[in-house]
């Protein structure tokens, strides 16, 4: 693991993964937990969390009435007013807070430039899974983008495997419909996995919807509308229907288009990329890294 990613891992496990509950704390002074009005927190402009189910955020805010809140929120202060604190990690906690009517909430400061709070912000998400299939892949393009994020880096520090990592990523290719089915909940991250590799996506999603297909049943029918496809490329091909078959078999997969050029007892395989990042992708796979 590289240093940055070895940075990441460390910070989350600080920062993150275990902060004892507020009524666990004997010394919040040495703890380094401290009370502040609702009002002085900011939202992360950068967290890519963008939906917040209303159901869920009710049940934590009749929880939190009850109880409190029973973990602190991460906080870096802001460089305009130093009265003021922008949320880098529980942004639900912070808004479940303010609909219970809460003052104050426990909160934990940390220092940390905008690079860092981003990076956190992204992958606590990630690892808690509050992110639907959508935010999480514009997350990964954020890394990448702005930060030159490998693949690899995303997997170690996630603890999500490559493929996992490069299929969420091609969700950003799917029509903008799609997305929205996917980001509104009317189809599954199951779902949008078989969307990935289907080569007509907006009208496999609406069939989904429409029929109430589960992952299972959808998954069937893009087989089927696949063998439809093979039977076309046949007619129409020099290509044997296994030949084909087969290439779609394997493109499915893999996640990446594959061609293969058959002549008698011997031949070609090639695997198209797109990217560096999918070529480094490929030669993992074929290494067995």
Known sequence: MNDKSARLGRGLAALIGDIAPVETVKSEESSGVRQIGVEQIIANRANPRRKFDDAQLEDLTASIKEKGVMQPILVRQSEENSEVYELIAGERRWRAAQRAGLSHVPIIVRQVDDKEALELAIIENVQREDLNSIEESMGYEQLIEQFSYTQADLAKVIGKSR??????????KLPEQVQDMISNGDLTAGHAR????????LKLAKKIITN??????????????GEVVVRKAKQGSQK???????????????????????KGNKG????????????????????RQ
């Open 194 to 201: 078989t969307l990935i590799t289907s080569n007509q996506p």
């Open 163 to 172: 493929s996992h990592v490069a299929n969420t990523l091609r969700l950003m």
């Open 268 to 287: 070609r395989v090639s695997i198209n990329y797109k990217s560096l990042e999918q070529l480094d992708d490929i030669v993992a796979r074929l290494l």
């Open 240 to 262: 044997d229907a296994n030949t084909i078959a087969l290439e779609k078999r394997l493109s499915d997969a893999l996640g990446f288009e594959i061609f293969i050029d058959d």
């Open 212 to 225: 109430g297909l589960s992952v299972r049943q959808a998954e069937a029918l893009h087989q089927k509308e």
